[in-house]
């Protein structure tokens, strides 16, 4: 890999970062007098210009932008509007049962959609490939909330065998896990599916094949590892959308995490404790990005090749 | 039966073959659900049997017709006793221009904005790459959440501005990456050799011979841009009552999942018909307009 | 002073970014005159720098210099609005006419299109000069609602040059216009060239890497060899004597009647652009080679007969054998 291509990538990076606190503070700023938001309308002229001083409002633009980026580079977040604790404090006791959540979500979304998808592309057009499609799509049109709440409707209501939210004992992952898992093997299916396709089809299996190499063997050795170079970029897709999911099923479920957080922040207009979120979950999908590309041009070298 | 109805008889069941091919039973069902989804959007006001904000505290919960319902509330009331049918039509109404429009506004000022990059590369490219990446870096609900926490008063305007933002960027790649593909071939670089500008060999030359791909990835793109928006509304931090979406009726509905399932599950019906449909819709496109999904 | 040539190129580089942003030259300072009505052959192998050339004087790619004359006024230093109008006296005939034309387009609106471009006529005129234009070089009004790939490579091509020719040029670029086709065509398409340049009292620039070919319409020829001229003068002349022992090597590579002596056979590849040697740049390859041709580059210099060669031992071959 070349050192210009890395460095290059890695400035990337950094501008992305650069542009996502800026993005927080520019979103701050499209707040219509945070003063009155978090004190409420009926505060003083005083309070208003002590809140103000207090969180550096009262200083020019400019300034506070600076001060801004300097103190999200340190990992000052400040303290939530709310409760006045300091807001990395309280996000990252969140994070321990988001990750719980996520683990076994990605474990699962590939043991199934993986082997889904390259079976439904060597078997193409059977069975088993049309009922894989059809939950590919499904999978992708049926929203998270709507799994969650179906889930709920027949285990919880009807039949009454899990509780519905928060975390009781171990029987409170299956819900949630299984239905951020179902949307996230839809994707993986269909990728893994059109990618395995691809490399069944070309020149290269033909050729295997032609040399007497059995069936078996050919897709073992040849077609696998090509098709598993597209799966990395689902990987970076994969990471965004899980997230995203995470966000969605934590409120259906009543989950004590991260996305759970960040919509009652949202909704308490506590921005402080929505740009901790934002920015973690931005630095975090930043390495995430760079990462798959870095794993990418190590793979692939056609893909470095290329960039330079 | 003669040799000539013989012929003519194979002739008819091979074109009904190819009919049968060519539209598919569940993409022509599709395409019908659609269209009775957007006759139904476009005619809502008239169709409604009750005012939007019309309650009646003596008449909550009450069940639609085939929960033993009666047909004064056809669908059902909620939990303040409003119209289950009135609030439905008003959410169809309401998440389908969000959809449409916001898909419709994003890929139009993607594309130009690809085409703009493509064009004069240099800085301004670069710019556009920048943005590109940094939407990348984040999942777009929560950037929708972070600006929603500080956008006061979210209403329908809001949500297709919001979805904009989630579609641009997406045409902007695809417009940029096949702009720049077509400029390296021979009827661009032709059209320059005969004396035209750039952007009229934009609009009149590549704009036709992409737009096929940009039509496939908006019915592609059409269902995720529903499921965005109902889930922010589900989540309850956009559309605010009275006004109704799809997902704020669902979002509302989860609480009387016990008492009132209809509350939550038929807006989450016709989530899930629409994208579905949609689903089927663009895919087939693509693969019948032979282009890449990506 | 007599009338300046139609057309004059003084100097002509073009330079492309080449791996890892090192500068290729892919043309090397080429300088020639064209006159009112001649065909100016310009012929050698691929990466030779042809197609840079033709694309350089009509301002198609970057990184191109020196000064392109037409009338005698220069026009490489123009604004994008002075370009336009000369883009209606100058035309380009692209090699692959499947490209050229735009694919979702019917045939006479793409013959049209310059017209609209250029805002020339009312608009039903426009149709009947396209459709005449179509006629005259043989694609009949059948056609006119094809798509290009409808149609056949030879038909195409005959769009292609309609479409250059609805403006009325002066001057008709030729980028290697018929070696996309069948042989039996191409013969089709170069005689419609040569009756076209007569109807229309064109001004011509052949590129091809096709001897036969450039013989069949040029007046004259330049051979080109890593980006420079190496030889250039008129065309039956340099057929009968070639002076460059390239020139004679492409000659000798192309199947004759009647030859007469030995033929000279080119081993080894040509060099590449990004190193170009010291000294003739055909040195490597060229039998007759001498320690002076590899020390010294010999510049392109005029004969009395009106030929010019860049060689320090021309003819050197033919002596060799008699």
Request: proline fraction near 6%.
């Amino acid at each position: 890999m070349s050192r210009r291509w890395l460095l290059n990538r890695l400035g990337r990076a950094l501008v992305t970062l650069w542009l996502l606190m800026s993005f927080t503070f520019v979103a701050l700023n499209l707040s219509s007098e945070p003063a009155l938001q978090v004190l409420g309308p009926d505060a003083g002229p005083e309070a208003v210009a002590d809140f103000n001083r207090l969180w550096g409002l009262d200083r020019p633009l400019w300034e506070q932008y600076l001060r801004h980026l300097g103190r999200l580079a340190t990992f000052d977040f400040g303290l939530s509007y709310r409760t006045s604790d300091p807001a990395l404090a309280m996000v990252w006791e969140r994070v321990p049962a988001t990750l719980s959540l996520m683990l076994p979500t990605a474990l699962l979304a590939v043991a199934i959609g993986v082997p889904l998808g390259v079976l439904a592309a060597i078997r193409k057009n059977s069975v088993v490939d049309c009922a894989a499609m059809t939950f590919a799509i499904l999978g992708f049109a049926v929203p998270n909330f709507l799994v969650g709440i179906l889930l709920i409707y027949l285990f919880s209501v009807w039949l009454g065998w899990l509780q519905p939210s928060g975390i009781v004992d171990w029987r409170s992952w299956i819900m949630p896990v299984l239905t951020m898992a179902s949307a996230e093997a839809a994707v993986f299916a269909r990728f893994a599916r059109s990618a395995m396709a691809e490399v069944l089809g070309h020149p290269m299996m033909r050729t295997a094949l032609a040399n007497g190499i059995p069936w078996s063997q050919a897709v073992r050795e040849h077609a696998l590892p090509n098709a598993a170079i597209p799966l990395i970029t689902v990987a970076g897709l994969f990471f965004g959308s899980i997230i995203g999911g995470g966000v969605i099923t934590e409120n259906v479920f009543a989950w004590p995490g991260l996305g759970r957080m960040l919509v009652d922040a949202v909704s308490a207009r506590d921005y402080a404790v929505v740009q901790t979120i934002v920015v973690l979950i931005g630095m975090t999908m930043i390495l995430a990005n760079l990462f798959v590309d870095l794993a990418y041009g190590w793979i692939d070298p056609r893909i470095r090749d290329q960039r330079q | 039966m003669s040799l000539a109805q013989t012929l003519d008889f194979r002739t008819a069941t091979r074109a009904m073959g190819r009919a049968w091919r060519r539209w598919p039973p569940m993409v022509v069902v599709s395409i019908l659900v659609v269209a009775a989804l957007v006759l139904v959007a476009l005619t809502a006001r008239w169709l409604m049997p009750y005012e939007l904000d019309e309650q009646n505290l003596l008449n909550r919960y009450a069940p639609p017709v085939f929960m033993g319902g009666t047909w004064e509330h056809p669908l059902g009331t909620d939990s303040l006793g409003q119209d289950m049918l009135t609030l439905m039509l008003r959410a169809v109404q309401v998440s389908l221009s969000i959809a449409f429009l916001g898909t419709v506004i994003g890929a139009v000022a993607g594309t130009i904005v690809g085409f703009v990059a493509a064009r004069f590369g240099g800085w301004v490219d670069g710019v556009v790459g920048v943005l590109v990446d940094f939407q990348a870096a984040l999942p777009f609900l929560v950037l929708a959440l972070a600006l929603l926490a500080v956008l006061p008063d979210a209403d329908m305007g809001t949500f297709i501005v919001l979805m904009c933002i989630y579609g641009w960027e997406r045409y902007a790649r695809l417009a940029r990456g096949l702009a720049i593909a077509a400029q390296e071939q021979g009827y661009a670089v032709a059209q320059r050799a005969l004396g035209a500008g750039g952007w009229r060999i934009y609009v009149r030359h590549i704009l036709p011979n992409i737009a096929a791909v940009l039509v496939v990835n908006m019915s592609l793109n059409f269902p995720a841009t529903i499921l965005t928006e109902t889930s922010l509304n589900f989540l309850g931090v956009g559309i605010e009552p009275p006004d109704t979406s799809l997902g704020v009726l669902m979002g509302q509905g989860r609480s009387y999942l016990y008492k009132a399932p209809w509350i939550a599950l038929l807006p989450g019906l016709v989530i899930f018909v629409a994208t579905f449909a949609m689903s089927i819709i663009g895919d087939w496109l693509r693969d019948r307009l032979d282009v890449a999904g990506r | 002073m007599a009338d300046p040539p139609r057309l004059s190129v003084r100097d002509a580089r073009v330079t492309y970014r080449g791996r890892g942003g090192r500068p290729v030259r892919a043309l090397d300072g080429v300088s020639f005159d064209v006159a009112p009505g001649e065909t100016l052959g310009i012929v050698g192998e691929s990466g030779c720098g042809k197609s840079s050339l033709a694309k350089m004087m009509v301002g198609l790619v970057r990184g191109g210099e020196g000064e392109v004359r037409f009338d005698g006024a220069r026009i490489d230093n123009q604004d994008a609005a002075a370009w336009k109008t000369l883009r209606r006296r100058i035309q380009y005939v692209f090699q692959d006419p499947l490209g050229a034309l735009d694919p979702r387009m019917p045939v006479l609106a793409q013959v049209r299109e310059p017209l609209d471009i250029h805002d020339l006529g009312a608009a039903r005129e426009r149709r009947a000069r396209a459709a005449a234009l179509l006629e005259s070089v043989g694609v009949g009004p059948h056609l006119h609602d094809s798509a290009p790939v409808e149609i056949s490579g030879g038909q195409r091509q005959r769009v292609v040059l309609a479409r250059a020719l609805v403006l009325e040029p002066e001057v008709l670029l030729c980028d290697e216009p018929v070696s996309a086709l069948d042989v039996s065509i191409q013969a089709q398409i170069l005689g419609l060239l040569a009756e076209l340049r007569d109807a229309f009292g064109l001004t011509m620039l052949f590129i091809s890497h096709d001897l036969a070919v450039i013989r069949h319409v040029s007046h004259r020829v330049a051979v080109l060899y890593l980006g420079r001229v190496v030889e250039i003068g008129d065309v039956d002349d340099i057929f009968a004597r070639p002076a460059h022992p390239y020139t004679r090597a492409l000659l000798d590579a192309a199947p004759r009647i009647g030859r007469r002596g030995p033929r000279l056979r080119l081993e080894g590849e040509t060099p590449s652009p990004e190193a170009r040697p010291t000294g003739c740049a055909f040195a490597g390859r060229c039998p007759a080679a001498r320690p002076r041709c590899v020390e010294q580059d010999p510049a392109l210099t005029a004969r009395a007969d009106g030929r010019a060669v860049a060689c320090y031992f021309p003819h050197v071959i033919d002596e060799a054998a008699a």
